[in-house]
């Protein structure tokens, strides 16, 4: 019976092993227009949702049926919230985590890369390194998230190539190997050298769209265009192979060496060699620090952080989607989870996957998936769900804002109302809201502008309430904390005016300006004074 029982165990282990190990949890980051959306379409094209092509940045009309407040996605013809895409390729399943690639970017877009295990670096050859690939790598490097870099655009005008890799060398000291290397330029541009395996793949031509590889020898290039140096591009491909820095993989997972990769996500060249790569290197889902153990992604008990919350597209239905990543063990619908935070169990008897055709109801879900889970306010960013057991993951942060508004409310009646909603927001994540410990009314923090434009929006769509914001006499948050909790005490008692409490009750200091900042920071003995905090 025991033998029985083992055996069941071991190969119930095994099949989790093997669901783990398929999993590929990335995100793409870049400048706005480097061609990130067009990247996502194609990707979405070799995992088999066809009819998705051409809508994830669904400008226009399609959008007529959402809620209002995504009508300003719709003006300024971005994307705000991120969503989730979840396909397969060759055995593989790939869960696309969507950032916002606006400038004006939000909270979530740093959350959303805690949840993924490799990010794809997209950059427009003819712009090189822009200055928001370079914020997000930066988040990307804190984690040790491992970057594959896609040079997009190359059947344009583009930059010296050599040049291109030595800027992603030099400023943001990460080492490139090119993995295909393009022959021609511009309107000269034929397809990639494959530097592995040899051999070219030629723009035109079934190769390009299915990934497959097309030899043809560079002698024969010459009869495909009569312009290109043929010699040129021998010694070329010659010093690219001679001279490259050989792949390790190693170096790659630890966030020191990216494998490049060039194509025209437009004409859908070069993706597929991306996309194997990804499948190829990329990391399987990797273990979760927690404050009691690192959860290992194989774990057979169930366990999950929600990075996420969206409120729901109809703005009548006050429901929300949590998004949460599996960190380890099976997720099955109509199982309960121990939401941690309050030690209360919650049913998830219709998490969402999000397959890139539509939100479809998930059997299972294995680490490294993402699910949506339907409540009415029950989860906040942040939050463990586990079997039962108790522990918390860490690491989905809180940012202080870079902009801090006090609200003004048109209807002073309305001010329980407006209370309810803030906390709302904040807990989704839209906002953070601080309560000033002397009684002022509550102060609302963005980390970018347009998050100001969605909470008026939201307030008034859903809530009815119209709101103003008032420039404060406050422009800056920090949390403040000690090892010692008399010596925090006693800098909260001196700093009343300037104290503020967090949604989740911690002390955040409000500074008029970095002058005050500095100022009161460096007479505050043992205290800390941070930018970025764990959500609870
Ligand atoms: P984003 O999500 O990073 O902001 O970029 P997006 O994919 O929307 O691409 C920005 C513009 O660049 C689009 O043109 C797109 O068609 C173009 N583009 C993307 N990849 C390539 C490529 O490989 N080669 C060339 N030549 N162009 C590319 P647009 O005219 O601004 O937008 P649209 O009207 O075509 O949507």
Not at 350 to 377: K, L, M, T, W
Not at 403 to 431: H, N
């Amino acid at each position: 019976m025991s033998d029985i029982a083992t055996t069941a165990e071991s190969t119930a282990r095994s099949s989790l092993a093997a669901e783990v190990s398929r999993r590929r949890t990335f995100a793409i980051i870049s400048h706005p227009d480097a061609g990130k959306t067009t990247l996502t379409e194609k990707l979405l094209l070799f995992g088999g949702a066809i009819n998705l092509a051409g809508q994830v940045k669904a400008k226009g009309e399609r959008r007529n049926t959402r809620s209002d407040w995504m009508k300003i996605e719709r003006e300024r013809g971005i994307s705000v919230v991120t969503s989730v895409m979840t396909f397969e390729f060759e055995g593989l399943v790939f869960n696309l985590l969507d950032t916002p690639g606006h400038e004006d970017f939000s909270e979530d877009t740093y959350r959303t890369l805690t949840a993924v295990d490799s990010a794809v670096m997209v950059i427009d050859a003819a712009k090189g390194i822009e200055a928001r690939t370079r914020k997000l790598f930066e988040v990307c490097r804190l984690r040790d998230i491992p970057i594959i870099t896609f040079i997009n655009k190359m059947d344009r005008e583009s930059r010296d190539v050599f040049e291109l890799l030595d800027e992603i060398e030099k400023t943001l000291a990460l080492d490139t190997t090119p993995m295909t290397w393009p022959v021609g330029r511009g309107r000269e541009f034929l397809g990639t050298y494959d530097v592995v395996n040899g051999g070219v793949r030629l723009l035109e031509g079934g190769g390009a769209k299915t990934g497959a590889a097309q030899q043809i020898e560079i002698a024969e290039l010459a009869k495909l265009n009569a312009n290109l140096d043929v010699s040129a591009v021998k010694d070329e491909l010659e010093l690219v192979t001679a001279a490259s820095k050989p792949f390790e993989l190693e170096a790659f997972r630890e966030g020191h060496l990216t494998p490049v990769y060039f194509g025209s996500a437009l004409r859908n060249f070069g993706v597929g060699d991306l996309l194997q790569g990804l499948g190829k290197f990329a990391p399987e889902p990797r273990a979760q620090e927690s404050d009691q153990r690192k959860v290992e992604a194989t774990d057979p008990r169930m366990s999950a952080f929600v990075f996420k919350i969206q409120a729901n597209m109809d703005p009548n239905h006050r429901d929300r989607i949590a998004f949460a990543r599996l960190c380890s063990g099976k997720l099955s619908r109509g199982m309960k989870a121990k939401l941690v935070r309050t030690g209360k169990s919650m049913p998830l008897s219709s998490p969402q996957f999000f397959f890139a055709q539509d939100r479809s109801v998930a059997d299972e879900a294995y680490a490294g998936d993402v699910v949506g889970i339907p409540n009415h306010g029950t989860l906040r960013i942040g939050d463990t769900l586990t079997d039962g057991e108790d522990f918390n993951f860490v690491g989905v942060p809180s940012f202080a804002p870079e902009i801090v508004r006090r609200v003004r409310l048109t209807d002073a009646m309305k001010a329980k109302k407006l209370k309810e909603a803030l906390q709302q927001m904040s807990e989704e994540g839209v906002v953070q809201v601080f309560r000033p410990r002397d009684g002022a009314p509550a102060l609302v923090g963005v980390v970018g502008a347009l998050q100001l434009d969605v909470l008026k929006a939201r307030l008034d769509a859903e809530y009815s309430l119209p709101v103003e914001f008032e420039v404060s006499e406050f422009q800056l948050a920090r949390w403040v904390s000690s090892d010692d909790r008399k010596k925090l005490d006693t800098f909260i008692a001196a700093n009343t005016s300037s104290i503020a409490d967090d949604v989740d009750g911690d002390p955040v200091y409000l500074a008029r300006n970095e002058f005050y900042l500095g100022y009161t920071r460096e007479r505050a003995e043992g205290i800390e004074f941070t930018n970025v905090k764990d959500v609870k």
